[in-house]
């Protein structure tokens, strides 16, 4: 299909993200991270590697679909806004000190998102919520967590009422 790997800061580990020249479309790999590792990893099945996302099986469940609008509409598979806005939450809480500025943008994401949803599909936020501290209690106190943050940078946003 065209695609190339876009390099990444270090030559000796393998691109997870590719491009196709003359579009703005970025295709990125990823697998869910099932050790403490953020090193790449190799898929065999399709001979390339895939970074490493926490929660990534909260994020992919029960997608929604859309249309890309490139040089033609192509209709994929996408996360429901509402779990991407939870999974920013509890993601924003396990980075690292070096990735702060990733965390911090993680917060703005979820609030820009879960602002919009609260207005326009309020009734989708607590299923989404309930769904991801069911993950167990790691889950709910990086969430919980995360959406303390959230509410200590913008402000009580009041999204369960």
């Not at 991407?84 to 070096?98: E, G, N, P, T």
């Not at 990735?99 to 994401?109: C, E, P």
């Not at 919520?129 to 940078?153: C, F, H, I, S, Y």
Request: charged letters at 25%; one cysteine or more.
């Amino acid at each position: 299909m065209g695609f190339l790997p876009v390099p990444r800061l270090s030559h000796k580990e393998p691109s997870t993200t590719y491009f196709i020249r003359k579009s703005r479309l970025r295709l990125d790999i990823l697998t869910p991270k099932i050790t403490e590792s953020d090193a790449p990893v190799f898929i065999g099945r399709f001979n390339c590697a895939a970074a490493p996302l926490p929660y990534l099986s909260y994020l992919v469940e029960n997608p929604v679909q859309a249309v890309i609008a490139d040089t033609e509409p192509l209709l994929v598979n996408i996360p429901q806004p509402v779990r991407y806005a939870m999974h920013k939450l509890i993601v924003s809480q396990v980075r690292d000190v070096s990735a702060s500025a990733k965390s911090q943008k993680d917060i703005y994401q979820a609030h820009q998102l879960l602002s919009f949803i609260k207005e326009e599909r309020p009734g989708d936020i607590q299923p989404a919520w309930d769904n991801l501290v069911a993950g167990g209690p790691k889950w709910k106190k990086r969430a919980e967590a995360g959406l303390a943050d959230m509410q200590k940078r913008f402000g009580d946003l009041r999204i369960f009422e």
